[in-house]
Nanobody, 122 residues
Framework: QVQLVESGGGLVQAGGSLRLSCAAS????????MGWFRQAPGKEREFVAD????????YYADSVKGRFTISRDNTKHTVYLQMNSLKPEDTAVYYC???????????????WGQGTQVTVSS
């Protein structure tokens, strides 16, 4: 059974930082690519960042570039999203996702986590 479990969300003031984690288990892909997405109330889910298996390839949405960093530890089957200089508009439920091959900025993922809430107060 595939599971993607996000953690690390919470309430933070504008300008603060949070680090999200996504622990994967049960994946049958030998070298999965991972992505982070977010969905704010009343809005569609949007791409945040993605990372290849090796970690050499990453891509960010313009709205988070320079503030967020995606990384992974394959020994722990975990992907991270370090979020700095947070803004109220970053408030959303953040989801991680897994797919077999890396395709930059793809929305087509095979597995999704349940999400973790991030709230940034002004």
């Amino acid at each position: 059974q595939v599971q993607l479990v996000e953690s690390g969300g919470g309430l933070v003031q504008a300008g603060g930082s949070l680090r999200l984690s996504c622990a994967a288990s049960g994946l049958t892909f030998s070298m999965p690519a991972m992505g982070w997405f977010r969905q704010a109330p009343g809005k569609e889910r949007e791409f945040v960042a993605d990372i290849s298996w090796s970690g050499f390839r990453t891509y960010y949405a313009d709205s988070v570039k320079g503030r967020f960093t995606i990384s992974r530890d394959n020994t722990k089957h975990t992907v991270y999203l370090q979020m700095n200089s947070l803004k109220p508009e970053d408030t959303a439920v953040y989801y991680c996702a897994a797919r077999e091959a890396y395709i930059q900025r793809s929305y087509k993922y095979d597995y999704w986590g349940q999400g973790t809430q991030v709230t940034v107060s002004s």
